[in-house]
């Protein structure tokens, strides 16, 4: 993944135009000189006119990369980059990433010193202890922005909250719990220091780091930041420390911890293996030998998240909003509240959809809430940014706080959260989806990749010898979980085409004619297996052109009553989402279908999570061009005025109005739309194939599809040139909608 494409994970995008010579004068010199000397006369309208304001700078020097360890500055660059993903994904703040080749202090911090007017913030990361203390220390006296150890402060907020709702569970009493840290670096030290100022005195928590506990005494291997906690007791080794513990919480390395050890803490042990990439122990290892453990890791792929990239993204947002000097403890203690607060409440159908097969209520297996709930930039950034205000630390206030939820809930496009949903709900509802082409590669490829993912069992259509002939030549022997049918051998084959000629007898079609379709059309013998409920769902078209594939499909499968049979397209860009239709099937859509097409768009926008807005679309707004080719747009509109649906529609007008909120109220004050239209009804399907393949190939945005949308079974067509990859999202997409139905 980190090589495919682009190599690397981040890019960077201008937000202005750079294409003609005024754009160029204008954005650079000569233009550009007025900002210069705006920002010479009062620095803080850096905020106004560069990126500052949003730009957080992810510093590291490689020597404490996740639980890996020094792997130096040049190494730790995935691990960056991949933080400035999680900074613009959860909270659209643009992370850059800086390995900066020092292992001196000093060299460092003068270096990020030097390169503080260039951001809102840093973002310290991955620089072992106890060189991270002093670096931070000195830089937040230094600096004026917001300075933070990720892996000291991030890691300490995101499980304090986790503590928080583990001690609530178990009914413990904070001032009363023993504790052992293992690992006495960066994220450990700054663990333990929040977790006593919660009120855990200091002599019921014990460290402990590779020389074993870190005892009142002890010389070997110490530094102040460790003195400061070592305790009086007879515990020398992690192993005699656990005995009787309440609480461990791992901040070391893989597999620190045995599963004797756990078996020697108290009742319903709260366990938080936190280290990275692997934990401490695994929640298997704990679970085999302590049923009533509470376990947490800092890995995605277990319940109980406690990792870091629950704070951060939002700790940044809040302070940023509201350019915050630093940030302070007040802003730590309210964005580690918030995140407890927010696992306690009922979580949202979306957030319930995205982690199927997982329960999502407050309890052992949630004390935190999940890293792709969209309240998470709402709850911790307004706390964050309030908390500022209120410790006289933001140099500019929120004057509106209920506007201000509302703009941090729009930074979030709901697509991306849908897709991860999607996904999630397929695994934990594998279906049986047909493969049609099933003797070619890409196909074969895909149908392995699916069945890996854990989406279904894919049943390939064609000859057993072709495919496995094609399956050898890719390396791949595992045919578990796989199914190979032969249309002209299936034993269905009677019963399918029986199926087929009852529709198509009187059609001109003869029973004969039948079954050749159903001998050798695999389009046809895969839909037949769909309808006849052999199967969930179907991809296919990456052989045959369009109109020929899905003409296979309607053979079999019918439209679904008071719908029309269309094709959809999700452009996901960087201004948000828009759905555009019919990007495939009818060639000039009645008026009524015009209104059906409108109507079913609407219903897949809320499906994602959107609040449709539909623009009809043509070369004229609202009558300037009165000619036929409107008169049926106007007609579809009327329509729907008439039936009084539930959603704002209007039209018609141009692209650049209906995407164009602030020129469209400006020209057509009277136009219904309360904002951008996200969803685009086209005229025809010449201007919505031609619009969805620029779009595509321009760049510049993603392109999903086109979805098949209106039959009575989930079939979907992918494009001819087809990757691996679209092959995979269509048969889950397929999957998706069978579960709908
Ligand atoms: N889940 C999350 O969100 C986060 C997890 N982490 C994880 O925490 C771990 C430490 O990171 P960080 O604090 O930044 O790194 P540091 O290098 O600053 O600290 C590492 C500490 O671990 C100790 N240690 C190493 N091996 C052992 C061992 N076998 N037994 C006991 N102690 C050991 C070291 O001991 P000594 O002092 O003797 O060298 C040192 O004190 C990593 O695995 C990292 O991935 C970090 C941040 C966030
Ligand atoms: C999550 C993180 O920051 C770490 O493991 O270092
Ligand atoms: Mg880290």
Known sequence: MHAAGRPGKIEIVPTKPLTTQRDLSLAYSPGVAAPCLEIQRDPSTAYDYTSKGNIVAIISNGTAVLGLGDLGALAGKPVM??????????????????????????????????LGPSFGGINLEDIKAPECFIIEQRLRELMDIPVFHDDQHGTAIVSAAGLINALHLTGRDIKDVKMVVNGAGAASIACIELVKAMGLPHENAILCDTKGVIWQGRTEGMNQWKSAHAVRTKARTLEEAMKGADVFFGLSVKGAVTPDMVRSMAAKPIIFAMANPDPEITPEDVKAVRGDAIIATGRSDYPNQVNNVLGFPYIFRGALDVRARTINEQMKIAAAEALAELAREDVPDEVD?????????????YIMPVPFDPRLIVEV?????????DSGVARKPIIDM????????????????????????????????????GEEERTIRAAVAFRDNGYGTPILIGRDDQVRETMRSLGITDEDGLEIHNARLSTKNQAYTDMIYRRL????FLRRDVQRMVNQGRNVFGACMVAAGDADGMVTGITRRFPECFGDVTRVIDVEHDKVAIGYSIVVSRHGTVFLADTSVNETPTSTELALIAKQMVHNARQMGHDPRVAFLSFSNFGSREMDRTTRIRDAIRLLADEGVDFEFDGEMQADMALDYELLKSTYPFCRLTGPANILIMPGLHSAHIASRLMQRLGGV??????????????????????VSDLVSHAALAAYHSLER
Request: aromatic share 8%; net charge positive.
């Open 81 to 114: 980059e991949g933080k400035a993903v999680l900074f613009k994904r959860f909270a659209d703040v643009d992370g850059i990433d800086l390995e900066v080749d020092t292992k001196d202090a000093e060299a460092f911090i003068n270096c990020v010193k030097l």
């Open 402 to 437: 209920a506007e201000y939820k509302r703009q941090l809930s729009s930074r979030l496009d709901p697509t991306t959260a849908w897709l991860q949903s999607l996904f999630e709900q397929v695994k934990a509802n594998p279906r049986r989806i047909v493969f049609a082409e």
């Open 381 to 389: 950034s307004a706390a964050v940014a309030q908390a500022a205000m």
């Open 702 to 723: 993603t392109v999903i599809g086109p979805v098949i949308d209106g039959l009575q079974k989930p079939v979907q067509v992918v494009q001819m040139g087809a990757t």
């Open 353 to 365: 959809r995205a982690y199927a097969g997982r329960r999502l209520r407050y309890g052992p297996e």
């Open 505 to 508: 007898q009187r059609n001109g």
